[in-house]
């Protein structure tokens, strides 16, 4: 997806805008401003063919989306390249359809492609005891 194009941005915003996460309540949703994703989205290293969206055929419209953003992580004296992913998003009516793990898969794909094999991401879930620590 080019978002350096008005209208494509304008797309996922309004994706992002009506589909993105809320509560559990449906009263409160992220709204984020176009000129935020387009920041977020291309940070320096970026790649367009990272941003990856999901179309119906028949009318075109944008009914699902997933990035990744290059990141560098060091442990102790390793530095280990890898994305982040973020704004993995479906169409309300299509969440039952398994659009999501295509979207994660294909995201995968794009990133192996350049020699890439770690990412990091957020989800909504509490895990009952730490994972890992920092100093």
């Known amino acids: 997806m080019n978002l350096n194009e008005p209208l494509v941005l304008k ?39 990272w941003h990856c969206g999901v179309r119906v055929i028949r009318s075109g419209r944008l009914v699902g989306f997933i990035s990744a953003i290059p990141a560098t992580q060091r442990i102790y004296n390793h530095v280990q390249k890898m994305v982040e992913i973020n704004f993995l998003c479906v169409h309300k009516r299509l969440r039952s359809k398994r659009v ?13 492609m350049v020699g890439i094999f770690q990412a990091v991401y957020t989800a909504g879930v509490v895990l009952p005891k730490p994972v890992g620590t920092c100093r």
């Open 11 to 49: 797309e996922l915003y309004m994706l992002l805008n009506e589909n993105y996460v809320e509560d559990d309540d449906s009263m409160f949703r992220f709204d984020y401003p176009a000129d935020f994703l387009k920041w977020a989205l291309q940070p320096p290293g970026w790649r367009r063919d």
């Open 100 to 112: 999501a793990p295509v979207l994660i898969r294909e995201i995968t794909r794009r990133v192996n």
